[in-house]
């Protein structure tokens, strides 16, 4: 029986491929059970041998007795008695034994089940399942276990819980107080522990992050006996998280970015903001954008930051050529116009020239990603510092070479809205000085009026803005009013130049530079109706203006604007034939006509500015 017994325990450790290793954990348990079988076989024993004294005695005194009333041979019945005696007891040790030994297979056929069911449940676990004793070293280690710690179980096996051959930090690398451990905490609370996190490095493998629940196994006197663990390696998973939580903060950072860049920045802005939202997200810890110029050095020089780090900034000396200082990322970046990532600084032969620097700065790993302009070659390269090494997964990595491609194309953007703005100035400047132009054509043939289109101009825009004109609206009414008398230019020199009033005749050629003056202006496309304003600045509310007599609404409200300006203006103006008439002529001259002649508001506004400290006239 004990060699099947052995037989189907080594049969369960092949199956396990776990042996044995160790007593079990109550011994306190092991003692009492082997009290009560000294007791009970005791008790068995006791009472045998008082059954068979009483035999003998009632048996031999039975025979004396009929020896003494029956002739016989009492030696026969004596063999007889001993006989039936053997018999009986036989047959009762016979059942006996056999309701023992009957209850005793089943026990060890349900142990060896169960044994059996452990060992296969602890084989077969996808966590690592660890034993300890209550002296904290490993009674028992599935294969997991082994696998999980790169340990032989000939070396696992009576080792302490945190033995040297696996060094015990925490999440962050940091040395783990012995008292935090789950061990020492199972053993002091004498409660299960779950979901502790911490992490191992064992000798000759990765560092790797463990999740641990753990339990107290109980001696029978209820005491602490040991623990038993279920440990998972998590390093993948944490991996995955901190994948996902970067890859967030790398997409918090693009659409603060493209927020920032909805409105006009100025390239240094976009750069500045760049660098800021990559560091504020924590994307990396210090971040830096270069200019890559195409000097005989090939040097790349540092234009924004953010983050700290600036002495290590300031000693930068990096290039794009095939020298030490282009070996690195940003040299390669450059040259290859591809995100370029270093994922351990210490070890990377391409950062040998500013390894110590970064180190000591606390940077482990890096990347540096073009910012490709106009030309498909980067104008910039994009460059930040992370603590933690391999900090930039493909995802990560991913989404870092989509916001120097955003932020190329920002840059490009504000290159073009430049040189739009620039455009437009050069447009608005050529506009100005073609109306200055044709202003001296005019004031060459009319020397009296020189400069009245300017100032009747200035004073058409300062009531536009006391009425609240929009900028285009007021635009128009600007040109408009420099170029209202550009008509002249076809009436005859010695009608403009007479030093005496106009006869009617004389006055009727004069009426005509409003048409004159629109045919030259409406086929020039200013965006504006600059042409019409200009032809209705004759124009009076009642009708009693030129050249078409229009009336009230039909007249443009620019135009009613300008006509106000310019009677003000001809009136303050000295003449060849006139001094100026004042102030109050014009004051009066304009309330008169205010609602008939006149629009009431813009005759309202040009008094204001008028009689105002501001007055442009």
């Given at each position: ?20 290793s ?29 059954c ?6 009632l ?8 020896g ?15 006989l ?19 209850r ?20 077969t ?10 002296d ?15 340990i ?52 000759g ?20 006996a ?14 995955e ?8 903060s790398?997409l ?11 409105e ?25 954008i ?49 995100l ?8 990377d032969?391409?950062?040998a020239?500013?390894?110590?620097f ?17 030309t ?17 997964a ?13 932020l190329?194309?920002?840059l ?25 132009a ?43 009013a ?8 076809s009436v ?5 130049s ?6 009617a ?7 005509g530079?409003?048409?004159s ?29 030129y ?19 310019d ?23 304009l ?27």
């Amino acid at each position: 029986m004990d060699s099947d017994i052995r037989n189907d325990a080594e049969h369960a450790s092949i199956l396990a491929d776990e042996p044995l290793s160790a007593a079990p954990v109550a011994v306190g348990f092991e003692r009492k059970v082997r009290r009560q079988a000294w007791w009970i076989a005791t008790k068995v024993a006791g009472l045998y041998a008082v059954c068979g004294m009483v035999w003998i005695v009632l048996s031999d005194r039975l025979l004396g007795r009929l020896g003494a009333t029956v002739s016989a041979d009492l030696l026969q019945y004596g063999t007889l008695k001993g006989l039936a005696f053997v018999l009986v007891t036989a047959a009762v040790l016979l059942l006996g034994l056999h309701r023992a030994l009957l209850r005793w297979h089943r026990f060890e056929i349900n142990a060896r089940a169960s044994a059996a069911l452990m060992w296969t449940v602890a084989a077969t676990l996808p966590d690592a399942l660890v034993v300890l004793g209550a002296d904290g070293r490993i009674r028992f280690a599935n294969r997991q276990a082994r696998t999980l710690l790169g340990i032989s179980r000939s070396a696992l096996i009576g080792n302490a819980f945190d033995a040297p051959e696996w060094a015990i930090t925490d999440v962050d690398g940091a040395a783990m107080d012995p008292d935090r451990l789950p061990f020492a905490r199972v053993r002091a609370q004498m409660q299960p522990v779950m979901d502790m996190v911490h992490a191992i490095h064992p000798v000759g493998s990765t560092r790797k992050l463990l999740s641990v629940n753990a339990a107290p196994l109980l001696a029978a006197d209820g005491g602490f006996a040991g623990m038993v663990a279920s440990i998972r390696d998590i390093t993948q998973t944490r991996r995955e998280q901190i994948i996902d939580e970067r890859s967030s903060s790398v997409l918090r950072a693009l659409s603060d970015f493209d927020a920032f860049v909805l409105e006009p920045r100025t390239a240094h802005e976009i750069l500045e903001y760049a660098c800021r939202s990559l560091t504020e997200r924590g994307v990396c810890m210090m971040s830096w954008i270069g200019y890559v110029q195409a000097d005989t050095e090939r040097s790349v020089t540092p234009m924004a930051s953010s983050g700290g780090g600036r002495i290590y900034l300031d000693t930068l000396r990096v290039s794009w050529d095939n020298s030490d200082t282009g070996a690195g990322p940003v040299g390669r970046a450059v040259r290859s116009r591809k995100l370029v990532v270093v994922d351990d600084i210490a070890n990377d032969p391409g950062f040998a020239h500013w390894r110590q620097f970064a180190l000591e700065h606390g940077f482990s790993c890096a990347f540096a990603a073009p910012v490709i302009g106009r030309t498909d070659v980067p104008d910039f390269v994009l460059c930040g510092y992370h603590r933690e090494a391999c900090a930039y997964a493909e995802p990560v990595q991913e989404l870092i070479a989509e916001f120097s491609h955003r932020l190329g194309y920002a840059l490009e953007m504000t290159r073009r809205r430049a040189e739009s703005d620039l455009g437009a100035q050069r447009i608005a400047a050529a506009l100005r000085f073609t109306i200055i132009a044709l202003q001296r054509m005019v004031e060459a043939r009319d020397p009296y009026t020189f400069g009245h289109e300017e100032r009747v101009a200035r004073l058409a825009v300062a009531i536009a803005d006391v009425l609240g004109f929009p900028p285009a609206q007021r635009q128009a009414l600007d040109i408009a009013a420099q170029l209202h008398d550009i008509g002249k230019m076809s009436v005859p020199a010695e009608i403009l130049s007479k030093p005496t009033r106009l006869t009617a005749a004389e006055y009727e050629l004069i009426k005509g530079h409003v048409e004159s003056g629109y045919r030259i202006l409406e086929h020039i496309d200013f965006g504006m109706p600059v042409a019409d304003i200009m032809r209705q600045h004759h124009e009076r509310l009642d009708g009693s203006g030129y050249p078409n007599g229009l009336h009230g609404e039909q007249i443009r409200f620019e135009a009613r604007v300008l006509a106000v300006a310019d009677v003000a203006e001809s009136m303050l103006s000295h003449r060849p034939y006139r001094a100026s008439l004042g102030l109050d002529a014009v004051r009066k001259e304009l309330l008169a006509g205010s609602g008939t002649h006149y629009d009431a508001d813009a005759v309202d506004a040009c008094i204001q500015v008028l009689t105002g400290p501001l007055s442009p006239l």
